[in-house]
């Protein structure tokens, strides 16, 4: 029964991604923009919107790593995949910042790592140092993720834990693919050697 479930929501989730994706955004645009709607049911229309593609996110992540789990693929099968799987994961923990800096619960600023305040929706926008440019969540991430971290943003309050979480997943994944690759190699050259 459960898995059924799980099933209609990923179909229902991957198929017309787009089309569904560009509705909900146009929906939360004219909720958003109407100030005669309650801040709640803008909240709500907001998460839906991102509960959604972050559905859509969490099943493309698990489609790609399903497929570099098939050691039959050849390396730019593998190369595909795995490219396709890092942009997806750090476009998921992009989200995950965004979404720590509009609960309040952390943000990433620029420069100074020092946290000596308590987290607010006002002390974060307060901060002059508040990371405000979009582009910049899938930087750090990026950074993050690779384990290259060159101190330029640093995550606060919450945010930390989900850096953490980023780092843990960028460094796991890499050796996965390394691991994948050296046994497809040994399995490849193994089987040429048969044929001989």
Same mark, same amino acid.
């Given at each position: 029964?459960?898995?059924? *479930?799980?099933?209609?929501? %990923?179909?229902?989730?991957?198929? $017309?991604?787009?089309?569904?994706?560009?509705?909900?955004?146009?929906?939360?645009?004219?909720? =958003?923009?109407?100030?005669?709607?309650?801040? %709640?049911?803008?909240?709500?229309?907001?998460?839906?919107?991102?509960?959604?593609?972050?559905?859509?996110?969490?099943?493309?992540?698990?489609?790609? +790593?399903?497929?570099?789990? !098939? !050691?039959?693929?050849?390396?730019?099968?593998?190369?595909?995949?795995?490219?396709?799987? +890092?942009?997806?994961? *750090? =476009?998921?923990? %992009?989200?995950?910042?965004?979404?720590?800096?509009? +609960?309040?619960?952390?943000?990433?600023?620029?420069?100074?790592?020092?946290?000596?305040?308590?987290?607010? $929706?006002?002390?974060?926008?307060?901060?002059?140092?508040?990371?405000?440019?979009? @582009? !910049?969540?899938?930087?750090?991430?990026? @950074?993050?993720?690779? %384990?290259?971290?060159?101190?330029? *943003?640093?995550? @606060?309050?919450?945010?930390?834990?989900?850096?953490?979480?980023?780092?843990? *997943?960028?460094?796991?994944?890499? +050796?996965?693919?390394?691991?994948?690759?050296?046994?497809?190699?040994?399995?490849?050259?193994?089987?040429?050697?048969?044929?001989?």
């Amino acid at each position: 029964m459960a898995d059924n *479930i799980l099933q209609a929501i %990923s179909e229902w989730t991957l198929n $017309h991604f787009f089309i569904k994706f560009v509705i909900l955004a146009i929906i939360n645009s004219l909720i =958003l923009s109407n100030r005669s709607i309650p801040a %709640s049911i803008k909240i709500i229309a907001f998460l839906i919107l991102t509960i959604y593609v972050i559905l859509f996110i969490i099943l493309r992540i698990k489609i790609n +790593v399903t497929k570099l789990l !098939h !050691h039959e693929l050849k390396f730019n099968q593998i190369l595909t995949a795995y490219v396709v799987s +890092v942009f997806f994961i *750090i =476009l998921l923990f %992009s989200i995950l910042y965004w979404g720590m800096t509009i +609960v309040g619960a952390g943000y990433l600023k620029y420069g100074s790592c020092v946290d000596n305040k308590e987290l607010t $929706h006002e002390s974060i926008e307060q901060d002059p140092l508040l990371v405000a440019d979009p @582009m !910049h969540y899938p930087y750090f991430s990026a @950074m993050t993720f690779f %384990s290259v971290g060159y101190g330029d *943003i640093c995550p @606060m309050g919450m945010s930390k834990l989900i850096a953490v979480i980023n780092a843990i *997943i960028g460094n796991a994944f890499t +050796v996965l693919i390394l691991a994948m690759a050296i046994t497809n190699y040994s399995s490849n050259k193994s089987s040429e050697i048969k044929k001989k």
